[in-house]
């Protein structure tokens, strides 16, 4: 039986279309995913919609939709953009599904059977807007009052029936957990936090609400409607059912590091106390403005991920997102530097390259491809450090560092042409040998990297494999070849000229 590999995004608030920061998320969760499904392993990767949310029914009010028709239109919506940028999830889940219904029930009747949910009356501060309840130390002063930091919105004053969640019987267990998994929060410095966080003592929470009616209702008290985090956070156990429960538990959260306490703090303690096992680990992402300003409808800077790729290319924006700023960094997308790193890395450092070397070769009029060549030893070094950093960084989640070395390795590659200079050497039969081993070098190496890149740039890698006359590559790295790929001896039979891989850009 094949090794699975489970990574989730979050699951997105329904209110709007997801735009250029939410694609940051889910372009992660697609390279992981596609990096383990050419490795070997089934894939689960979840993705979807959060749908029992206040937020929802006062955006179809808004509208003058009923909020099922408006949860219609928004789902369709998210999916569009998913599949406009080719994510290749395998379960898009939406909170509204009788499945997912069926299965919060059952877990509210187990954690309240099991004495963790009790009733109680909540007096506070909500915002709407985080779907979350506010003590005055998270609140920020402005125009006199008392406000949101991330919506600028005095929150409500609740005062109301609820029944609660007995988070601070859990806090014990959940730093035992911490100490046990050492990386169960990514990066160092957020899990640090996490921690902290825990220590100054656990507060038990409400997950219910009295006045809202829409969402899922308790099974104990049909009056009272589940609180929307707690629904929600079922829903990766959800979509490991009904055959797909050896997914469970999932190998790996991305979420943004503004929900990183519902994940890291409340989930296990929900987890726990249903009776099922903690996820292994949580990558949280940072924040990003655009252009240096902050995301805004009223600045007109929100970037539809789809458009812009229309525009440019996925290409583009998959490189920029994952090679400028470390995932768990807060970091910028400046629109013009994102043309000129690709222009550079991929139009010129890659593309030319590949132009070069394939070009180079077609004039040799080789008929069986390379025969009695050696790879040269020195660019062999190179390529096999470049390969051990490439493994591990991969394995961490690293994706800035997977790419930057193999862009350093490229840079090797492309200086070892130009000193080299195999367009002279073909020129003399007494060099000629000298001239094929560089060539094969070249080629050989570009191969490697092709197969490194595909979980990033599927379609031109694919299109790199056929430049260098290599066949069937993209259907067997889908079934999971990429070590026999990577082990496979290949001669280059090159046969046609090269297309440009990479189209340049205007700024």
Known sequence: MKKTFFVTTPIYYTNGVPHIGHSYSSIIADVLSTYKKISGFDIKFGTGVDENSQKAVLKAEEEGLKVEDYLDIMAAKHKAVWDGLKINYTDFIRTTEERHHKLVREVLQKSFDAGDIYEGVYEGLYCVGCEAFKKDDDLIEKDGKKVCADHLKEPEKLKEKNYFFRLSKYQDKILEFYEKNPDFVTPKDRFNEVIAFVKRGLEDFSISRETNKFGIKLPFDEAQVTYVWYDALFNYVTICQNGDERFWPADLHVVGKDIIRFHAIYWPAMLMSAGYELPKQILTTGFFTVDGQKISKSLGNVIDPVEFSEKYSKDLLVLYLLSSFNIGQDGDFDQT???????????????????????????????????????????????????????????????????????????????????????????????????????????????????????????????????????????????????????????????????????????
Do not use: H
Request: aromatic content about 12%; charged content about 30%; proline content about 2%.
């Open 337 to 507: 530097q994102a043309i000129l790193t690709y222009n550079a890395k991929l139009a010129n450092n890659l593309g030319n390259l590949l132009n070069r070397a394939s070009v180079l070769t077609l004039k040799l009029e080789l008929e069986n491809g390379f025969e009695n060549v050696e790879f040269d030893k020195n660019i062999f070094e190179l390529l096999k450090n470049y390969e051990n950093v490439y493994k591990n960084s991969f394995e961490k989640y690293e994706l800035k560092a997977v790419l930057d070395s193999t862009f350093k390795f490229l840079d090797d590659l492309n200086l070892f042409v130009t000193e080299k200079e195999p367009w002279k050497l073909m020129k003399n039969d007494e060099t000629l040998s000298e001239a094929k081993n560089i060539l094969f070098t070249i080629c050989e190496s570009l191969r490697q990297v092709g197969l490194n890149l595909f979980p990033f740039f599927p379609e031109k890698m694919t299109k790199l494999f056929e430049t260098l006359g290599l066949k069937n590559y993209f259907e067997d790295l889908q079934n999971g070849k990429l070590e026999e790929l990577k082990n496979r001896k290949e001669n280059f039979k090159i046969t046609e000229k090269p297309e440009i891989l990479f189209e340049k850009f205007e700024v």
